[in-house]
């Protein structure tokens, strides 16, 4: 199920934009990803979300002098078309779109693209807490455990895009993710959103 409007994760308490896939937790909806780490409740074996952090969450251990890459994806509807950008301090970037495609695609191929690209130890930047909580919680271990099955019995959505992301992080070994808020005022997430949305609007 996608949301329809933007509203608050029950599980990690960070937004969920319109289009992002959702799953209901007990109560309260939450993103796909967040489901598949909430706890079972002993004896009925119904899923809860966890509580509410209050404190941030701690940034992934990153390689000492790693490189930071801002990376981001944007979509016009839910699929429609869409863009995907990357972008260093440097000046380095790249940028792509397709359609049909979603938002969440967009941001999932936007970290793929960053670090097909990029050499060396790299920490990805992005504001999607769906690609940077599957590594920094590990939720990627539980799919593979399951042989690319959510813990609701589901297939990953996107595990296309997903598959080569995660083997290429697991191989290299050097890349870490870490969180920031999308639109609020960080000149890099800024550029490589405005990147992105160029691209979904070359594309339509």
């Not at 004896?43 to 941030?56: E, M």
């Not at 920031?180 to 979904?200: F, I």
């Amino acid at each position: 199920m996608t949301a329809k409007y933007a509203t608050t994760c029950g599980a990690c308490s960070s937004r969920i934009q319109p289009g992002e896939e959702i799953a209901k937790s007990g109560s309260v909806w939450t993103h796909v990803a967040c489901a598949d780490a909430a706890t079972k409740t002993p004896g009925d074996g119904t899923l809860t979300a966890r509580p509410k952090r209050t404190a941030p969450r701690p940034d992934m251990p990153a390689t000492e002098g790693a490189l930071e890459v801002w990376t981001d994806g944007a979509c016009s509807g839910n699929p429609g078309p869409g863009g995907w950008a990357w972008a260093t301090q440097d000046g380095r970037q790249d940028s792509g779109g397709e359609a049909p495609t979603t938002n969440q695609r967009m941001e999932i191929r936007a970290a793929l693209e960053a670090v097909r690209a990029l050499d060396g130890p790299l920490v990805v930047v992005s504001d999607s807490t769906y690609v940077v909580n599957c590594f920094r919680d590990g939720w990627w271990k539980g799919w593979l455990a399951r042989g690319w099955v959510t813990s609701a019995k589901k297939p990953v959505v996107s595990r296309d895009l997903w598959e080569p992301l995660i083997t290429l992080v697991n191989e290299r070994g050097d890349v870490s993710f870490r969180w920031v808020k999308g639109h609020s005022g960080d000149p890099m997430n800024d550029l490589v959103d405005a990147l992105a949305v160029e691209q979904s609007h070359a594309v339509s």
